[in-house]
């Protein structure tokens, strides 16, 4: 059964950094493409930053470009995005996916097979 489990939100000021982890279990972890969705509260969910099977293709959107890193540890199952520099419109619930596709059609459309739980980021002083 394929799972991922988010982890590494909080509560942070405005210009501090996070950095979230997705946990993968149940499925050949190195086949799969991992995206970074956020959706905040009366917005739709948005593909924010994902990366492909080896990690030497990766996907950003313009509001997090330059700010947020995405990378992936096969060997452990597990993908990171390092939030710094992070600002009040930063706040969501966080989730990571996967899917076997490219990182644009994942993050531009959504294109997911499965999806975490979320874990919520809250930027404020």
């Known amino acids: 059964q394929l799972q991922l489990v988010e982890s590494g939100g909080g509560l942070v000021q405005p210009g501090g950094s996070l950095r979230l982890s997705c946990a993968a279990s149940?499925?050949?972890?190195?086949?799969?493409?991992i995206g970074w969705f956020r959706q905040a509260p009366g917005k739709e969910r948005e593909g924010i930053s994902c990366?492909?099977?080896?990690?030497?293709?990766?996907y950003y959107a313009d509001s997090v470009k330059g700010r947020f890193t995405v990378s992936r540890d096969n060997a452990k199952n597990t993908v990171y995005l390092q939030m710094n520099t992070l600002k009040p419109e930063d706040t969501a619930l966080y989730y990571c996916?996967?899917?076997?596709?490219?990182?644009?059609?994942?993050?531009?459309?959504?294109?997911?097979?499965?999806w975490g739980q979320g874990t919520q980021v809250t930027v404020s002083s």
């Open positions: 996916a996967a899917a076997i596709t490219a990182v644009q059609a994942m993050c531009v459309r959504l294109a997911v097979d499965t």
């Open positions: 149940g499925f050949n972890f190195e086949t799969y493409a």
């Open positions: 990366i492909s099977v080896r990690g030497l293709a990766t």
